[in-house]
Every structure is written in C-alpha cells, then in structure tokens.
Nanobody
Framework: QVQLVESGGGLVQAGGSLRLSCAAS????????MGWLRQAPGKEREFVAA????????SYADSVKGRFTISRDNAKNTVYLQMNSLKPEDTALYSC??????????????????WGQGTQVTVSS
C-alpha cells in the first residue's frame, strides 16, 4: 500500500485561498488514481475531487467545481488541491486517498485503498 501525508490546511477568511498537498510514499505513486474527500463535524464524508493516474482525467463535486483544482506531480509523488473563493461551508477535515480503481469509482470512498490522516481547513465568514 501507499502511505499518505496531507499538509497545507489552516484558517482562512471567506474568499481566500489555500493549497493542500498530499505526499505519498511506499508503493509506486503513479499506479494510483488520487482523490480528496472531506468531512465536516456531524456530517458524512463527501467526495471533493479526484484525478486519474496520468492526470488526464479529473472529476469534481458540483459544490467545488470552478473553485477547486486538483493536480498531481508523479515525479514528486504528490497530489495537490488548489482551493480558491473559499466559503464557510468548505470548512472540514480534508483527506487524500489512493485508489487502484478507475474514474467510475472516484466518488465511492469504499473503493480507496489508503487514506491519510487529514488536514483541517477552516473558513471564517
């Protein structure tokens, strides 16, 4: 399996930006598609964005489309989530996951093989 460590979370005002990073180690990073999911207090974990192994296919939740951008650098074993125009409702613990499944399964958390511990994002109004 691959080990994942997220970073880049923090406190930001509404309208601001953050860039999350997820560094992978262990098994070959480029073998996995990567995704970001988030969980707010009292709510279920929800899909945010995902990217295919090569980076050629991306998928976004409707709630973040046009504001968030997922990307990856296979040479650095890292996946990123650029978050712009942040809203208070984006406040959550953001976790990255690695999946050996294809894009059909990006939004299904049970299809992810490994998860990081998460990084907290808090957006103040």
């Amino acid at each position: 399996q691959v080990q994942l460590v997220e970073s880049g979370g923090g406190l930001v005002q509404a309208g601001g930006s953050l860039r999350l990073s997820c560094a992978a180690s262990g098994r070959t990073f480029s073998y996995y598609a990567m995704g970001w999911l988030r969980q707010a207090p009292g709510k279920e974990r929800e899909f945010v964005a995902a990217i295919s192994r090569s980076g050629g296919v991306t998928s976004y939740a409707d709630s973040v489309k046009g504001r968030f951008t997922i990307s990856r650098d296979n040479a650095k074993n890292t996946v990123y989530l650029q978050m712009n125009s942040l809203k208070p409702e984006d406040t959550a613990l953001y976790s990255c996951g690695a999946t050996s499944y294809g894009s059909t399964w990006f939004r299904v958390s049970q299809k992810y093989d490994s998860w990081g511990q998460g990084t907290q994002v808090t957006v103040s109004s």
